[in-house]
């Protein structure tokens, strides 16, 4: 079973930075079926990117997803108030059939 | 428009049991794989279980195997999770998702429901 560790486990950037999110897997990801949900307080998870580096439908380019094989990130340019969220990976690929969150990165803008 | 609603969720005792369900609409139910995730309290997300769209196919957390049971009735557009033999850690907000793709199991979910708290307590 694959295991995803994310880091770093907070990050507090200012408004117009640029936050790079970390996703390792204990090993590596089959067809790069690694996905990237951000989740808002009291809200259900949103998928912001599939198949490592596809941005989902609606969301706007400042996301953006890349990596391989057992490294994966997630990046968010020019930061914007909303951005504030917990953000997860998700492998789907793996042996057994199932699917593995990471523990999620908390983003606070300053 | 998609919409995925969640109920059934409330309070129950240590080994007792409970029927979630969860009412799809805006989409075509069968051709889509389903599956329930479930947060604890202030924790992460958990997958818990996925079933194709069909319902020939199930697959389950090792978590709640033996304990879970999914399915799905297509010409009522629900999904279900019948919860037995509950332990406190089994405390979650429970989620039903939407795979991103159809025909496919074990995806990365697109759609998900407002959840439905469970609370395991004496």
């Known amino acids: 079973e694959i295991v995803l560790t994310q880091s770093p486990d907070t990050l507090s950037l200012s408004p117009g930075e640029r936050a790079t999110l970390s996703c390792r897997a204990s090993?590596?990801?089959?067809?790069?079926?690694l996905a990237w949900y951000q989740q808002k307080p009291g809200q259900a998870p949103r998928l912001l990117i599939h198949g490592a580096s596809n941005r989902a439908t609606g969301i706007p380019d400042r996301f953006s997803g890349s990596g391989s094989g057992t490294d994966f990130t997630l990046t968010i340019s020019r930061l914007e108030p909303e951005d504030v969220a917990v953000y997860y990976c998700q492998e789907y690929g793996g042996s057994p059939p199932g699917n593995t969150f990471g523990q999620g990165t908390k983003l606070e803008i300053k | 428009e998609v919409q995925l609603l969640e109920s059934g969720g409330g309070l129950v005792q240590p080994g007792g049991s409970l029927r979630l369900s969860c009412a799809a609409s805006?989409?075509?139910?069968?051709?889509?794989?389903m599956s329930w995730v479930r947060q604890a309290p202030g924790k992460g997300l958990e997958w818990v279980s996925a079933?194709?769209?069909?319902?020939?196919?199930?697959h389950y957390a090792d978590s709640v195997k033996g304990r879970f049971t999914i399915s799905r009735d297509n010409s009522k557009n629900s999904l279900y999770l019948q919860m037995d033999s509950l332990r406190a850690e089994d405390t979650a907000v429970y989620y039903c998702a939407r795979d991103l793709t159809i025909y496919r199991m074990l995806n990365s979910f697109d759609y998900w429901g407002l959840g439905t708290l469970v609370t395991v307590s004496s």
């Open positions: 079933i194709s769209g069909s319902g020939g196919t199930t």
């Open positions: 090993q590596s990801v089959s067809s790069n079926y």
């Open positions: 805006g989409f075509t139910f069968p051709f889509y794989a």
